[in-house]
């Protein structure tokens, strides 16, 4: 009876610390999930109440750590953002006002002068006696119709206009 009685009272220890251990277990377990669940809906400010030294708790640290990291990096990025939205915004202004000198230097001038690109298109800044000049406007045309529409393509003089052009553009 006393080999009976010591028997049960081992199992019944044995049940209720492998209770409490599983509860333990359990209840860690469940708040990492509802940490991580958390965290993949990006709220990375979490705090994880989970305090024990084994595989369990190291694993809470690292969510901890991992939530202080990715805050720090959003904040530093979000920094940067910060710093690029202005320095567009000053090279813009740099530009707009190169742009406004350049286009008073043409206005002033006598002549009907523009810029072409790459492509023979016609790109601004145009001068203001480039447009009396070209009142439909000339901007995005090719130059070869803007210049020599006249010119007859099969002729020889509109074959050497795009032999220099080719040179002049590659």
């Known amino acids: 009876a006393l080999?009976?009685?010591?028997?049960?009272?081992?199992?019944l220890l044995s049940y209720v610390l492998s209770s409490i251990l599983s509860?333990?277990?359990?209840?860690?377990?469940?708040?990492?999930t509802r940490v991580?669940?958390?965290?993949?809906?990006g709220n990375y400010r979490q705090s994880v109440d989970v305090r024990s030294d084994d595989e369990?708790?190291?694993?809470?640290?690292?969510?901890?750590?991992l939530g202080s990291a990715i805050t720090r990096r959003d904040e530093?990025?979000?920094e940067i953002n910060r710093n690029l939205e202005s320095m567009?915004?000053?090279?813009?202004?740099?530009?707009?006002?190169?742009?406004?000198t350049v286009s008073g230097l043409l206005n002033h001038m006598k002549q009907a002068v523009?810029?072409?690109?790459?492509?023979?298109?016609?790109?601004?800044?145009?001068?203001?006696h480039a447009k009396e000049i070209f009142p439909d406007g000339i901007?995005?045309?090719?130059?070869?119709?803007?210049?020599?529409?006249?010119?007859?393509?099969?002729?020889?003089?509109?074959?050497?206009v795009t032999t220099v052009l080719s040179v002049v553009f590659g």
């Open 3 to 11: 080999l009976a009685l010591g028997g049960a009272a081992t199992f």
């Open 23 to 32: 509860t333990r277990i359990t209840s860690s377990v469940n708040e990492l």
């Open 36 to 41: 991580a669940r958390s965290m993949s809906g």
């Open 56 to 65: 369990i708790g190291v694993l809470a640290e690292s969510f901890r750590n």
């Open 76 to 78: 530093e990025l979000a």
């Open 88 to 100: 567009v915004e000053l090279r813009t202004r740099q530009l707009n006002e190169q742009y406004q």
């Open 114 to 128: 523009f810029a072409v690109s790459g492509d023979r298109r016609v790109v601004p800044p145009v001068s203001r």
């Open 139 to 160: 901007e995005g045309r090719d130059i070869l119709d803007t210049l020599f529409a006249g010119l007859d393509r099969a002729s020889p003089e509109f074959a050497a």
